[in-house]
C-alpha cells in the first residue's frame, strides 16, 4: 500500500487540502475524520483504537514509519509518499514533521453519556476558541488522570489538528462530549452526582487549597472558561460552587492551561478529609 503520488490535485489527497484554514477544516472533516500530524500524534491514533484512512510522507520518512508502526502495513493503511514540495502545495504549508495522517472519528457521546460512564473527574470547557489551549488542557487531562471532557457549543473542535498535536495525541486516549444546550447540560451532570466547580480568580470564590485538604467529592466536574472573558455569569450560576486558585495578588491570573494542569493535579493529590 505504499502509493507514490506526483499531483497536488490527486483526489486519494483530499483529506489533506488546506490544513491551515481552521474554518473550512471544520465544515469539510465534520464528524467523519480528524489530521494527526507527527510520528507521535500517529502513535496515539494506532494506541487509542482509532482508524487509519491513510498517511501521507515524503520519501526519507517511509523507513522510519513502517518500521515504528508495522501495524500500519498489517492493517493496509495507504500511504502516500510526496515530494516534500509536492506535499507543501497540498496541505498549503511546509510541513517540516514530513508525516501526517487522516483517522476517523468515533461517535461523539453525549453528556448523558459521560454521566452514565463511570468517569468520577471530568474538564468542562466553555468558549476556548483557541485550539492551543485545548490540546495543552487535554494532555495535562490525560497525565493527570481525569476521565473525560465535555466542550460547551461554542468551544473550538477537539479533534482539530493543532489540538490533537498540541496534546500530544493525548486527547484521542479521552471521551469528549460536546454539550448541546448550555448551560442546561451542566444538570444532567448534577443529577448523576457530580459537582461542578466554576474555575475564577474572583476573590470571594472558594480556596482549592483548602478545599482539597477537606476531601473531595466522588463526582466531580472541573469547569473552565476562556483566555480574557473567563466564565460568563448564566455559567457560574448554574454551578455547585465558584473556586480559585491562590495566587500572588498583583497577578490578575494565570493561563488556562496552567490553571487546568494545576487544578487537575490538586484533585489527584487524594489528601485525607
Request: with cysteine; glycine share 6%.
Given at each position: 500500500?505504499?502509493?507514490?503520488?506526483?499531483?497536488?490535485?490527486?483526489?486519494?489527497?483530499?483529506?489533506?487540502?488546506?490544513?491551515?484554514?481552521?474554518?473550512?477544516?471544520?465544515?469539510?472533516?465534520?464528524?467523519?475524520?480528524?489530521?494527526?500530524?507527527?510520528?507521535?500524534?500517529?502513535?496515539?491514533?494506532?494506541?487509542?483504537?482509532?482508524?487509519?484512512?491513510?498517511?501521507?510522507?515524503?520519501?526519507?520518512?517511509?523507513?522510519?514509519?513502517?518500521?515504528?508502526?508495522?501495524?500500519?502495513?498489517?492493517?493496509?493503511?495507504?500511504?502516500?509518499?510526496?515530494?516534500?514540495?509536492?506535499?507543501?502545495?497540498?496541505?498549503?504549508?511546509?510541513?517540516?514533521?514530513?508525516?501526517?495522517?487522516s483517522a476517523d472519528r468515533r461517535p461523539v457521546?453525549?453528556?448523558?453519556?459521560?454521566?452514565?460512564?463511570?468517569?468520577?473527574?471530568?474538564?468542562?470547557?466553555?468558549?476556548?476558541?483557541?485550539?492551543?489551549?485545548?490540546?495543552?488542557?487535554?494532555?495535562?487531562?490525560?497525565?493527570?488522570?481525569?476521565?473525560?471532557?465535555?466542550?460547551?457549543?461554542?468551544?473550538?473542535?477537539?479533534?482539530?489538528?493543532?489540538?490533537?498535536?498540541?496534546?500530544?495525541?493525548?486527547?484521542?486516549?479521552?471521551?469528549?462530549?460536546?454539550?448541546?444546550?448550555?448551560?442546561?447540560?451542566?444538570?444532567?451532570?448534577?443529577a448523576a452526582g457530580f459537582e461542578t466547580w466554576?474555575?475564577?480568580?474572583?476573590?470571594?470564590?472558594?480556596?482549592?487549597?483548602?478545599?482539597?485538604?477537606?476531601?473531595?467529592?466522588?463526582?466531580?466536574?472541573?469547569?473552565?472558561?476562556?483566555?480574557?472573558?473567563?466564565?460568563?455569569?448564566?455559567?457560574?450560576?448554574?454551578?455547585?460552587?465558584?473556586v480559585r486558585i491562590p495566587i500572588h495578588p498583583?497577578?490578575?491570573?494565570?493561563?488556562?492551561?496552567?490553571?487546568?494542569?494545576?487544578?487537575?493535579?490538586?484533585?489527584?493529590?487524594?489528601?485525607?478529609?
Amino acid at each position: 500500500m505504499i502509493i507514490r503520488v506526483d499531483d497536488a490535485r490527486d483526489p486519494r489527497l483530499d483529506d489533506y487540502a488546506l490544513l491551515k484554514d481552521q474554518a473550512a477544516r471544520r465544515e469539510r472533516e465534520g464528524d467523519e475524520y480528524f489530521i494527526a500530524e507527527g510520528y507521535v500524534s500517529i502513535d496515539r491514533v494506532i494506541d487509542s483504537g482509532h482508524r487509519l484512512r491513510s498517511v501521507v510522507v515524503t520519501p526519507s520518512r517511509v523507513e522510519r514509519l513502517l518500521d515504528g508502526r508495522p501495524e500500519i502495513e498489517e492493517q493496509g493503511v495507504p500511504v502516500y509518499v510526496l515530494d516534500r514540495a509536492l506535499l507543501a502545495d497540498t496541505v498549503g504549508f511546509d510541513l517540516h514533521r514530513g508525516v501526517v495522517a487522516s483517522a476517523d472519528r468515533r461517535p461523539v457521546p453525549s453528556v448523558a453519556d459521560i454521566a452514565a460512564s463511570d468517569a468520577r473527574r471530568i474538564a468542562v470547557l466553555v468558549g476556548l476558541n483557541d485550539a492551543e489551549n485545548v490540546g495543552v488542557i487535554a494532555r495535562a487531562a490525560r497525565g493527570l488522570q481525569l476521565d473525560a471532557i465535555v466542550l460547551d457549543p461554542r468551544c473550538t473542535d477537539a479533534y482539530s489538528r493543532r489540538t490533537v498535536r498540541v496534546s500530544m495525541g493525548e486527547v484521542l486516549h479521552l471521551p469528549v462530549s460536546r454539550a448541546t444546550t448550555w448551560p442546561d447540560d451542566l444538570e444532567i451532570l448534577h443529577a448523576a452526582g457530580f459537582e461542578t466547580w466554576a474555575m475564577t480568580p474572583a476573590d470571594d470564590a472558594h480556596d482549592l487549597w483548602a478545599l482539597a485538604g477537606r476531601g473531595l467529592p466522588d463526582r466531580l466536574a472541573v469547569v473552565l472558561g476562556a483566555e480574557g472573558p473567563g466564565l460568563d455569569a448564566r455559567t457560574m450560576r448554574a454551578t455547585t460552587r465558584r473556586v480559585r486558585i491562590p495566587i500572588h495578588p498583583d497577578v490578575d491570573s494565570l493561563n488556562v492551561g496552567h490553571a487546568a494542569a494545576i487544578t487537575f493535579a490538586a484533585l489527584g493529590r487524594n489528601i485525607a478529609p
